[in-house]
């Protein structure tokens, strides 16, 4: 339970900080927001969790109901698929990683839409594993206010789901974005989420080799500017103000 107290008063700490009024975060019936959900709920009582489908797999919506159900999360569905299909008529044929993309930062617009109505911060649920290797779209589910579960490895996080009551069913769920139909994670990266997180802390000391470590090395090196801020030409001082 220390992790999870640690990260309770860090939340805490964030809103009184920023002056907002509680958290939004998207509810994907996965484990990364069912973590989320569960310490947001601990941090304030002004919790919201969006149901936010784009072609989405009608048991994730049900799960996501019912994790919003065990923290007493207040919870929304916003339906966006009308949307998502108007945007893909007026723009250039895409393949299904561009329409993937379209489909996480469409829903980034509906958490800052909420997060602006109610003076709320938005919780992403990003975690170590996946912003090293740069796993998330840019200003897509990558936006956020805070990252609780950013210092963690997915198998940790898998540990904290036990600890905080997040059902079986969900913490065993195969890991995927619900970009298209039978997307998962480990397809797209192309290893287990065990061997990514071995090979992740054996890189940071130095200790890794062989396929796993080669690739993860690339998507790091490739993924930089995910993890940067924009950079800023910077114009020669001249003397000139």
């Known amino acids: 339970m220390e992790k999870i107290e640690f990260i309770v008063k860090w939340l805490k700490e964030q809103l009184i900080d920023s002056g907002t009024d509680g958290?939004?975060?998207?509810?994907s019936g996965g484990l990364d927001s069912a973590v989320c959900a569960g310490l947001i709920s601990k941090a304030t009582s002004n919790a919201l969790g969006l149901i936010i489908p784009i072609e989405s797999d009608p048991v994730d919506i049900e799960d996501a109901r019912h994790i919003a159900g065990i923290f007493d999360l207040k919870c929304e569905l916003i339906e966006l698929l009308p949307v998502y299909r108007d945007f893909v008529k007026i723009m250039p044929d895409g393949n299904k990683n561009v329409q993937g993309n379209l489909k996480t930062r469409l829903r980034m617009i509906i958490l800052y839409y909420?997060?602006?109505l109610k003076n709320l911060m938005v919780c992403g649920t990003?975690?170590?594993?996946?912003?090293?290797?740069?796993?998330?779209?840019?200003?897509?589910?990558?936006?956020?206010?805070?990252?609780?579960?950013?210092?963690?490895?997915?198998?940790?996080?898998?540990?904290?789901a036990r600890e905080i009551g997040i059902p079986e069913?969900?913490?065993?769920?195969?890991?995927s974005a619900g970009l298209w139909p039978g997307q998962t994670d480990e397809g797209e990266i192309g290893f287990s989420y065990q061997d990514i997180d071995s090979t992740l802390r054996d890189m940071l000391d130095c200790r890794a080799a062989g396929k796993c470590a080669q690739e993860l090395k690339e998507m790091i090196a490739h993924s930089e500017h995910k993890r940067n801020p924009p950079k800023i030409c910077i114009l020669p001082n001249r003397g000139v103000a």
């Not at 958290?23 to 509810?27: C, P, S, T």
């Not at 969900?170 to 890991?175: A, N």
Request: charged share 20%.
């Open 23 to 27: 958290y939004v975060l998207g509810l």
């Open 126 to 160: 990003g975690n170590k594993s996946e912003i090293l290797l740069g796993y998330f779209t840019k200003y897509g589910d990558g936006a956020s206010d805070v990252l609780p579960l950013g210092d963690l490895y997915k198998y940790q996080v898998r540990e904290l």
């Open 169 to 175: 069913k969900v913490i065993g769920k195969t890991p």
């Open 114 to 116: 909420y997060a602006n």
